[in-house]
Structure formats: structure tokens, C-alpha cells
């Protein structure tokens, strides 16, 4: 039948393929974080309020429960043109099983459903955002990990830098992650970036892109490291390299600050 038929021939080898990129997936899995990036669209300070008395008194409770700590909660900095507009969650997870059972989890936590009664439920017209941007991502070989900052200062003061570099072709993409896991991620560590995790882009909205975020006590302490990045040797003499020219298209740079109730 398949032999006659060529969309069923067509059908089975995409199934196939599927099954085996799955399967070798499944072999390194747990060997690298997979996060989940959400990106809260708001219009009004309600929105705002509503998101974060979910985050807080819900949702991070909630995700601790089900075994999933170290969760991040970010504002744009009021200097930033978004600022107000945007709450950004990371969610690490330490494999795709994490990952896949998480929302069954929520759905069957009766305290979770209590607390954000008012956001699970809210109404179409009063909704709590405009729109729910969402990433999937897996951390890099050179940085399988998420680490949270050593940092000391107030978090209102804290800096965490969220960039996404874009590249025009898969390739290119491809030889940017080579270049962070053969050395950048080096001089990142060496000049104390204090980074919270660098990772590939697997789902979402500007891809082929990866994302990285580090972290500093403040702006003008975050403006120090970037200019002695600028200047280290081992970047001079790595940045140029043939391999590595055009490699990013777009660098898509948010300051951010932690939210209070942000578990770093």
C-alpha cells in the first residue's frame, strides 16, 4: 500500500525522521537545561499588578511544589522604552520530562488554582496581558547549567542583560553557538559576567537565534565589564577569525532588573 500510495510513503518517512531525531534527543537528555522564556505583554498598570500577584502568590509557589526552583522574574528598567510594558519568566528545567509534566502538575494543584483564581479565570474583556510570548530554549554544551548570580547589591539596583543574537542563516547561527562553546564563553567567565545561562533557540519568534543573559551589581558596573570585553585580548584575537564573520545579523539587547519576588 505504501508503495502505491506517495503520501503515505511521504507521511512514514517524516515519522520516521521524527522518531529518530527524538530518539537521539532522548540520549543527551538531561545532560543540558531546557528553559522556557515568557514574555508578558501589558497595556496598563492593572495587567501589571495582576500578572505580578499571579507570579507571586501562585505561580512561583506553585512551580517550587513541583520541583522547580530558581525561577526569574524581570521588569525592563525604567530607562528602557518598554519599561512598564513587559514581565519576562524563566523557567529552568532539568530535562524535557520536567518540561512536558509541569502544567499537569499546576493543573492538579489545588492551592495553585486558589491563589490564581483571579488570573486563571479572569474574564476575556479584563484579560491580564495582551499577549504571551514564549520561547523554548536549550543551554549550551559549553554552559549545560543555569547558575544564578553572585551578586550582593539590592535587586533594585541589579542589572540582568538579556541578549538575543540573530543570524541570517541557520549556518551562520550555527558557527555563533561554536564560537560562545570554543572560547567567548571563556572570556565571559574570566572577566565575571556573572552569566545566569546561554542557550539555543529550539521554538520561537526570531529564530535562528540564540540567547544569553549575565548580570551585574548596576548600569555603570554593567557598562565597566562591556568595555573591558571590548578590549581583551582573547576577543581581539578571536572576533575576527574568518569562521566567525557575519554571524550575527541582529543583537537585540533588554536591560533588565529582578522583581522582588524573583527567586534571583
Known amino acids: 500500500m505504501f508503495r502505491n500510495n506517495p503520501l503515505l510513503l511521504g507521511g512514514s518517512l517524516l515519522l520516521l525522521a521524527f522518531l529518530t531525531a527524538f530518539t537521539q534527543s532522548q540520549a543527551q537528555d538531561g545532560k543540558r537545561d531546557l528553559y522556557e522564556l515568557k514574555i508578558y505583554h501589558l497595556e496598563t498598570a492593572a495587567q501589571e499588578k495582576m500578572v505580578d500577584d499571579y507570579l507571586e502568590s501562585a505561580f512561583i509557589p506553585a512551580a517550587h511544589r513541583a520541583g522547580v526552583s530558581n525561577v526569574g522574574v524581570f521588569k525592563p528598567l525604567a530607562s528602557e ?73 539590592p535587586k533594585s539596583e541589579r542589572v540582568y542583560e538579556l541578549r538575543s543574537y540573530e543570524a541570517a542563516t541557520e549556518r551562520l547561527y550555527r558557527q555563533k553557538v561554536k564560537m560562545f562553546n570554543s572560547g567567548e564563553i571563556d572570556i565571559f567567565d574570566k572577566l565575571n559576567f556573572n552569566p545566569v545561562f546561554y542557550a539555543e533557540t529550539l521554538a520561537g519568534a526570531n529564530m535562528p537565534n540564540l540567547v544569553y543573559m549575565t548580570t551585574f551589581e ?12 571590548r578590549v581583551d585580548p582573547d576577543w581581539e584575537a578571536m572576533k575576527d577569525l574568518e569562521e566567525y564573520r557575519n554571524t550575527v545579523s541582529k543583537n537585540d539587547t533588554r536591560l533588565l532588573h529582578p522583581t522582588e519576588y524573583s527567586d534571583f
Open 81 to 153: 522604552a518598554d519599561a512598564g510594558k513587559k514581565i519576562y519568566l524563566l523557567l529552568p528545567f532539568k530535562n524535557s520530562k520536567e518540561y512536558f509534566q509541569f502544567q499537569g502538575k499546576l493543573d492538579k494543584d489545588q492551592a495553585y488554582q486558589a491563589a490564581g483564581k483571579s488570573y486563571i479565570f479572569a474574564a476575556h474583556d479584563q484579560a491580564p496581558f495582551v499577549r504571551l510570548e514564549t520561547s523554548l530554549l536549550q543551554a549550551f554544551t559549553g554552559s549545560p547549567r543555569m547558575a544564578t548570580p553572585n551578586l550582593t547589591g
Open 218 to 229: 548596576n548600569k555603570a558596573d554593567r557598562d565597566a565589564h562591556w568595555d573591558a570585553f
